[in-house]
């Protein structure tokens, strides 16, 4: 849920401090000029998969657009008079956003990891499924460069016959999955005419057995980090971005898919410790989803509970969500506030290679499935109020493949 979490750290900065040194370093590392991989720029794909998410600021000067088109986006938040609040609200927060960006390595590292498991995902689909080869990957953000319009440009100026739109979220919500596919039908409704390439949509994959491995994989790898005679009385935090309960009760599927890759993490895991599933970045006064992580880290450390293990599970690179909520408010700030022994947070996926077997895995099935989207995109909440998702999910259902 990395656009609902960034609107809402936007909306209240918090505590800044200095990052966990090792994720800081490694996160400078992704933002340096030659860290990013190769590129297939002369590529001519025949199936081109449109890797999709928020996206974050790279450099501290790039964060007033970023805050600009976010708080212009009327599928995340309703404002009222956004046309003239939106503005005055990012170019008032850019500030303090780009004192934030700048204590986890000016500026966000998504754009780099997303590349990385682009090119990892079409090499393994290239050699997988040669009649769909070649394939290229296209990223296309909501709120920053390169966005979702200009990758539909550089696709069909390609040449792409077989287009995927892939949301790099795996468990599905209107907020951030739904707006970016409404992206993509906006581009073509606004411009008059009718898709060159076939589209269909991978809108979500919250048990996929491969996401699954990986999750506990990190897992099992920072629980061996605890002092071996704490290991067992860790308990397991999954934490994953709240929603407003006024969106939750209009029928966004989130909290269930969430909860259903929980489910499934921890059956892998045998059960092994203790969890329970939370939810951060709460802002304002309205109700959110709860419990929320801070307030939860305090009531089992007053309870005697004083090593966990944060897991952000909804997030599958890290960002501003992961490397200043987690790493440094809570995990620096409110862990020693609180007096907590031991408290460590999961690795996000970013460069693991089982990650990238997962994303191929995902695009071969969708592929070999021959279905323009899931039944589940197919079903608007029961209380939507945006009419724009209605016709989003005719337009991709209607895509015919063949």
């Given amino acids: 849920m990395a656009a609902l979490g960034s609107a809402g750290r936007l909306l209240h900065f918090?505590?800044?401090?200095?990052?966990?040194?090792?994720?800081?370093?490694?996160?400078?590392?992704?933002?340096?000029?030659?860290?990013?991989?190769e590129t297939q720029a002369n590529r001519k794909p025949k199936t081109g998969i449109l890797m999709l998410n928020m996206g974050g600021p790279e450099k501290l000067e790039d964060v007033h657009d970023f805050l600009l088109r976010l708080f212009m986006d009327t599928d995340l938040m309703k404002l009222p008079v956004q046309s003239k609040l939106g503005p005055f609200i990012a170019k008032r927060r850019t500030p303090k956003i780009q004192e934030q960006y700048s204590k986890i390595g000016g500026g966000s590292p998504i754009k780099h990891w997303t590349s990385m498991q682009g090119e990892g995902m079409?090499?393994?689909?290239?050699?997988?499924?040669?009649?769909?080869?070649?394939?290229?990957?296209?990223?296309?953000?909501?709120?920053?460069?390169?966005?979702?319009?200009?990758?539909?440009?550089?696709?069909?100026?390609?040449?792409?016959?077989?287009?995927?739109?892939?949301?790099?979220?795996?468990?599905?919500?209107?907020?951030?999955?739904?707006?970016?596919?409404?992206?993509?039908?906006?581009?073509?409704?606004?411009?008059?005419?009718?898709p060159k390439m076939r589209w269909s949509v991978i809108d979500r994959w919250p048990t996929h057995p491969l996401l699954v491995e990986c999750f506990a994989e990190h897992i099992q790898n920072e629980l061996?980090?605890?002092?071996?005679?704490?290991?067992?009385?860790?308990?397991?935090?999954?934490?994953?971005?709240?929603?407003?309960?006024?969106?939750?009760?209009?029928?966004?599927?989130?909290p269930q898919e969430v909860g259903a890759t929980v489910q499934r993490v921890m059956e892998r895991l045998g059960h092994c410790n203790p969890y329970r599933l939370v939810w951060q970045s709460r802002v304002g006064p309205m109700a959110w989803?709860?419990?929320?992580?801070?307030?939860?880290?305090?009531?089992?450390?007053?309870?005697?509970?004083?090593?966990?293990?944060?897991?952000?599970?909804?997030?599958?690179?890290?960002?501003?969500e992961t490397l200043h909520e987690l790493d440094i408010e809570y995990a620096q700030v409110l862990g020693e506030e609180c007096g907590v022994e031991n408290i460590r947070r999961a690795e996000s996926l970013n460069g693991n290679p089982l990650f990238m077997r997962a994303l191929a895995d995902l695009v071969q099935s969708?592929?070999?499935?021959?279905?323009?989207?899931?039944?589940?995109?197919?079903?608007?909440?029961?209380?939507?109020?945006n009419p724009t998702c209605g016709e989003t999910k005719a337009f991709f259902a209607s895509q015919k493949l063949s």
Avoid: W
């Fill in 289 to 320: 989803l709860g419990p929320q992580t801070d307030e939860v880290i305090k009531g089992l450390s007053e309870r005697g509970k004083k090593n966990i293990l944060l897991v952000p599970i909804a997030f599958t690179s890290d960002h501003i």
């Fill in 366 to 385: 969708h592929l070999k499935s021959n279905e323009p989207c899931s039944r589940q995109l197919t079903l608007r909440c029961p209380l939507c109020t």
């Fill in 122 to 194: 079409v090499k393994l689909l290239d050699e997988a499924s040669p009649d769909t080869a070649p394939h290229k990957f296209y990223i296309g953000f909501r709120y920053v460069n390169p966005l979702t319009e200009d990758a539909i440009e550089e696709m069909e100026k390609d040449g792409v016959e077989r287009a995927v739109a892939f949301t790099q979220y795996p468990q599905y919500s209107c907020s951030t999955t739904g707006s970016s596919l409404n992206g993509i039908y906006r581009y073509y409704r606004n411009r008059g005419d009718r």
């Fill in 14 to 37: 918090a505590r800044s401090s200095f990052g966990l040194t090792l994720r800081r370093r490694s996160t400078a590392a992704a933002l340096a000029p030659n860290a990013a991989p």
């Fill in 224 to 254: 061996l980090k605890f002092p071996e005679d704490k290991r067992e009385d860790v308990v397991i935090l999954f934490s994953a971005h709240s929603l407003p309960m006024a969106v939750v009760n209009r029928g966004d599927p989130y």
